[in-house]
């Protein structure tokens, strides 16, 4: 996933998804298409994670924030 421009997917926090091999290649579906973009079969799990930016790992009040 990646957040992308303000308004791109106001669904799930502006949010691009995508189903990769370990080397980053897209996979595709079963139709040949590949596995990117607003993939609304991802937002059952991340809409619930709301409270921290709908991503998992560590909570937010948790991360600490660089000043890089």
Same mark, same amino acid.
């Given at each position: 996933?990646?957040?992308? $421009? &303000? !308004?791109?997917? $106001?669904?799930?926090?502006?949010?691009?998804?995508?189903?990769?091999?370990? @080397? !980053?290649? $897209?996979?595709?579906?079963?139709?040949?298409?590949? #596995?990117?973009? #607003?993939?609304?079969?991802?937002?059952?799990?991340?809409?619930? @994670? &709301?409270?921290?930016?709908?991503?998992?790992?560590? $909570? &937010?009040?948790? #991360? @600490?924030?660089? &000043? #890089?």
């Amino acid at each position: 996933m990646y957040k992308g $421009p &303000a !308004g791109y997917n $106001p669904d799930l926090g502006d949010y691009w998804f995508g189903v990769t091999d370990v @080397r !980053g290649v $897209p996979l595709t579906d079963d139709q040949g298409r590949q #596995r990117v973009g #607003r993939m609304t079969e991802c937002y059952s799990c991340h809409a619930d @994670r &709301a409270e921290d930016d709908d991503l998992f790992g560590v $909570p &937010a009040i948790h #991360r @600490r924030h660089s &000043a #890089r």
